[in-house]
């Protein structure tokens, strides 16, 4: 079913509420008007019977012929109706026809004794209802007497109406009543949720807190006061993370910066060649630092799974991980001899293809292989490897190792170790779990199984 892009939840209620109720009192009109015509019905029909046996009591034997024994005056009581009209007939089986003021409709069924018959229908124009009795004959006991009454139907017709004329406003107003209790249980249950709005509308990005006294609220409401609560705390979060982020990226910035401006008016002012030459290169150092922090913000920012789109994402290319492998080792040749590092690789030379973004996954193995030359052991080894089923890459050194209370810290963005040297910036990390978690691998710290130092592990998932 479609679903409506917008509507009111009062308004959806109320027909909802509204509308069965609406039906249940509609059938309840219609059951009493049944009830009130069937009950009509009744006590009129026994007020026909009635009247026929008391005809029925008066057929007579008078001078050897069976003939009705009531006056002008009594038949005239009998007859009398402010609002109907009245009519009878008396038959015998044998002699015909004995009393009558009209032609009565034969009854639908054939008669018995104590068996009354009632049925609609039409006398001189108008309907009628009759009810048909079969008594004895007084006279002679092979023959039976007919007696018909007929009335016809105004008094049932009125009852109905007056019935209608009642039940109606009744009902209508029992409608009115309902809708309004409705219309004011469903407003003020709601305004709980006018209540959460007008406070969500009143904060500030910066001030981002979550909705107290959830307890206090409807259950139904909860949940969903639970959810955005948690929503906030993890928008909160993202803005103190960020705020720490450009706290620090512009604290990494600013240092490298200011050298370079104390360093570049001295280099200017210096008369000194060597002194020129000093504060030069300390320029350079400064260059090659921002250049440095730089390079690692933009990789972050382009790593950043927060900042994923999909778009993004379909950039994924098969990669023969095996060979990206070896270039990188290529690449980093130069920087382990100056470190007397012997840089090796252990893994097949066959093909192991992955789904990933070639350029990030060599910034991520350039960044293990960078800590493990700086942080290792000079004259020491790293060996970059490679395993399959799964595509497991690790990078191990012979260092001091990283302590293990220290193995989740050293992920976070800018963490560096008190005993770190050299120029680092602390994003290598955060950026390898960045590129790690964007090709769906596990990235872990843990220890060179094969002497002291660590070991860099990524898993990547089956594909
Ligand atoms: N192989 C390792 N052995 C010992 N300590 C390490 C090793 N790798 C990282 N560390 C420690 O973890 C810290 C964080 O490393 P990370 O690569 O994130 O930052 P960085 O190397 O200081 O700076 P960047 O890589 O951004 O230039 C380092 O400062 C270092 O103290
Ligand atoms: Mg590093």
């Not at 927060?306 to 098969?318: G, H, I, N, P, T």
Request: aromatic share 6%; net charge negative.
């Amino acid at each position: 079913m479609k679903r409506q892009n917008g509507y009111s939840l009062r308004q959806r209620l109320l027909i909802r509420l509204g509308t069965p109720l609406f039906i249940v009192l509609t059938i309840g009109g219609v059951a009493t008007f049944a009830l009130a015509r069937h009950i009509g019905v009744v006590v009129y029909d026994r007020w026909l019977y009635d009247s026929a046996m008391t005809l029925a009591q008066q057929v007579k034997v008078q001078n050897k012929q069976l003939a009705l024994n009531l006056s002008t005056t009594a038949m005239e009581m009998f007859e009398w109706d402010s609002v109907d009209r009245i009519y009878e007939e008396v038959v015998s089986r044998k002699n015909g026809r004995i009393f009558g003021n009209a032609v009565l409709p034969a009854p639908p069924q054939d008669m018995a004794f104590s068996a009354p018959q009632y049925y609609d229908s039409v006398v001189n124009g108008r309907h009628v209802r009759v009810v048909a009795v079969m008594v004895p004959s007084p006279a002679d006991s092979g023959d039976a007497i007919y007696i018909q009454v007929a009335e016809t139907e105004s008094k049932r017709d009125s009852l109905i109406i007056e019935t209608l004329t009642l039940a109606m406003p009744l009902q209508l107003g029992l409608l009115l009543i309902v809708t309004i209790f409705i219309w004011l249980a469903v407003t003020s249950s709601l305004r709980m949720v006018d209540d959460i709005a007008v406070r969500l509308e009143g904060y500030e990005p910066e001030g981002l807190a979550p909705l107290d006294n959830v307890e206090d609220m409807p259950s139904e409401v909860k949940p969903l006061v639970k959810a955005l609560n948690q929503l906030i705390g993890k928008l909160s979060d993202s803005q103190n993370t960020q705020r720490r982020f450009v706290a620090n990226a512009a604290h990494q910035l600013r240092t490298p910066l200011a050298t370079l401006q104390v360093q570049t008016e001295r280099a200017l002012r210096e008369p000194n060649p060597t002194m020129h030459l000093e504060a030069l290169s300390q320029v350079f150092g400064a260059v090659t630092r921002l250049r440095h922090v730089v390079h690692q913000l933009l990789t972050l920012a382009r790593s950043d799974t927060m900042e994923r789109s999909d778009e993004q994402a379909l950039k994924m290319v098969r990669v023969d991980l095996s060979k990206l492998v070896r270039d990188e080792l290529e690449r980093w040749a130069d920087a382990a001899i100056s470190h007397s590092i012997d840089l090796g690789y252990d893994g097949p030379e066959k093909v192991i293809e992955i789904d990933g973004e070639p350029y990030l996954l060599r910034e991520l193995i350039g960044n293990l292989v960078d800590n493990a030359i700086r942080y290792g052991r000079t004259g020491g080894e790293v060996t970059l490897g490679l395993t399959t089923m799964p595509v497991t890459l690790f990078v191990d050194d012979n260092g001091p190792g990283i302590p293990a209370e220290e193995r989740t810290l050293v992920l976070e963005r800018f963490y560096r170790r008190s005993d770190a040297g050299g120029d680092g910036c602390g994003l290598g990390l955060a950026i390898c779990r960045e590129i790690a978690m964007r090709h769906g691998a596990r990235l872990t710290i843990g220890d060179n199984s094969h002497s002291c130092g660590t070991r860099v592990t990524v898993i990547f998932p089956d594909n």
